[in-house]
């Protein structure tokens, strides 16, 4: 089944994902491939990418127990903490995922931004839990990813979860 992602939407295909185990081989992933600014992160060797029509990048596990969203988005304006908390709100919303109950600062490669953890019930009515991140990379661009996983995912599978957000960067680096 080939998953069509739309800016915010990109978070519904998400939640369809289902759930099992990876391998530790790896790969680089840089998106876009030319440009800057981009997302680079190391992946295991038997997960996959889709790029969808709306410049996003889907990364998947082999075993679609997991996955990552990515995207980039330019404003005319400089985006103030308001608008990306209006921007989380909506995004979890079109996702069927919770409101966020909290949102957690975070940096990558420099970039300041906020988490905002959250879970979603899939069509086969297995828990997702859900972690969408907007970094500001300056005063007019934002970097959007989400993680996705099974809520019943084993430790080993959080720990290669973890990996992969701990290889992301952020180009050009600050």
Excluded at 25 to 39: E, H, I, L, Q, S
Excluded at 50 to 60: H, K, M, P, Q, R
Excluded at 73 to 78: F, L
Aim: charged share 25%; proline share 7%.
């Amino acid at each position: 089944m080939k998953i069509k992602l739309g800016s915010l939407s990109i978070l519904v295909a998400l939640c369809a994902v289902s759930f099992a185990a990876q391998p530790a081989v790896a790969k680089d992933v840089r998106f876009p491939a030319t440009g800057n600014p981009a997302f680079s992160l190391r992946i295991p060797d038997d997960w996959t990418t889709e790029e969808g029509d709306d410049d996003s990048l889907l990364v998947a596990s082999g075993d679609h127990s997991m996955a990552f969203t990515l995207m980039l988005e330019t404003g005319d304006a400089p985006w103030d903490d308001d608008t990306i908390d209006e921007i989380a709100t909506v995004a979890l919303k079109v996702a069927k995922a919770a409101p966020p109950k909290r949102k957690d600062a975070v940096s990558i490669s420099g970039c300041p931004g906020f988490s905002y953890p959250s879970a979603a019930t899939n069509d086969a009515g297995d828990v997702v839990r859900l972690t969408l991140y907007i970094l500001r990379i300056d005063k007019t661009r934002l970097a959007l990813f989400s993680r996705i996983e099974a809520a019943d995912n084993s430790p080993a599978q959080r720990k290669i979860a973890e990996a992969v957000l701990g290889s992301m960067k952020i180009s050009p680096p600050r």
